[in-house]
């Protein structure tokens, strides 16, 4: 299976798909969504097999992760920073989740393509691009989102128009 993975031109690709990605989704809308997880949870194994995300790091120069309570804190103990201070500098609200995330982008905690806090990295990292998780169509609006960052979600996405032969 071919694979893209050069950034920009996703990056191009997602722009030029736009129309045919909407389209797409709303076909799978109507689509067997246990069929469709199944297809889903097979390619993201063969593909993200494939893709070294430590050469990569584009999500983690494109999002900024929701933090549950517990992982503000882990965190800050992580960089031995009082917890106040580590809200203050390295956190911001997000209303539409209402919940805390990361505030920069690229990510405070990138360091060239690695991430230096790996070990107690948010749990919206570690299921970073959520593709294993049941009830893909319910979830297609974030994927489209995705699909222009992310090698893995790009690629599941091209192959999945494949197998449900979508023209
Ligand atoms: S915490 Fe680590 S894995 Fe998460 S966005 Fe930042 S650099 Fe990436
Ligand atoms: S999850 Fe996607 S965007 Fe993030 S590092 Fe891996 S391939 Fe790149």
Redesign the pocket.
Known sequence: MFLELDLEKIKRLAERNEEKNWRFRAFLKFGDERKIDRIVHGLYQEISEEIDCTQC?N??RE?R?LLAKKEVKLLANFINMPEDKFREHYTEFNHDENKLR?NKIP?S??KEKK????EC??SD?RSFPHLHKRDFTTRLINVLQNYSICPIVFNVYEQLKSEMRFR
């Open positions: 790091g999500c983690c999002l992760p990361l990510c905690f990138l991430c230096t806090v790996y990295r948010p990292c």
